[in-house]
């Protein structure tokens, strides 16, 4: 615990400047489990997609994420070509199918870290998931 506590400093000052934004389909209504492996998924391949400068800066600002929710694939796939057209790291999550939904189903995308103004360009007017 405490070599955890000493590797990641949490910063004091207010609004950070970098974000991650996890956005999941809403109309799977998937169960809080199935929801909660998705968005680690989407959490961690979406970091990987960062550019190191961009990974060391967000751990540095205690890693802010926000899970928002999207009304349907359709919408997840716009989103996802907004950000990849401004170069935001993007990382779709395609369910293997073993359990809840069919293989292939996109549950949910990452976005970020990256600069919180770009993501929440795209991402700011959706609703926190509940």
């Given at each position: 615990?405490?070599?955890?506590?000493?590797?990641?400093?949490?910063?004091?000052?207010?609004?950070p400047s970098m974000k991650q934004v996890i956005v999941v389909n809403a109309a799977l209504k998937l169960p809080s489990?199935?929801?909660?492996?998705?968005?680690?998924?989407?959490?961690?391949?979406?970091?990987?997609?960062?550019?190191?400068?961009?990974?060391?800066?967000?751990?540095?600002?205690?890693?802010?994420?926000?899970?928002?929710?999207?009304?349907?694939?359709?919408?997840?796939?716009?989103?996802?070509?907004?950000?990849?057209?401004?170069?935001?790291?993007v990382a779709p999550i395609h369910d293997a199918g073993h359990t809840v939904v069919e293989a292939g189903t996109l549950?949910?995308?990452?976005?970020?870290?990256?600069?919180?103004?770009?993501?929440?360009?795209?991402?700011?007017?959706?609703?926190?998931?509940?």
């Amino acid at each position: 615990m405490v070599a955890a506590q000493t590797r990641f400093r949490f910063p004091t000052f207010d609004v950070p400047s970098m974000k991650q934004v996890i956005v999941v389909n809403a109309a799977l209504k998937l169960p809080s489990g199935k929801l909660a492996a998705q968005v680690a998924h989407a959490a961690v391949a979406s970091f990987l997609e960062a550019s190191h400068q961009a990974q060391r800066e967000w751990l540095e600002q205690g890693m802010p994420k926000v899970v928002v929710q999207c009304e349907s694939e359709e919408a997840l796939i716009e989103l996802q070509e907004r950000a990849q057209s401004t170069g935001i790291p993007v990382a779709p999550i395609h369910d293997a199918g073993h359990t809840v939904v069919e293989a292939g189903t996109l549950t949910c995308i990452g976005f970020g870290p990256a600069e919180r103004t770009r993501i929440d360009a795209i991402t700011g007017a959706l609703k926190l998931v509940r």
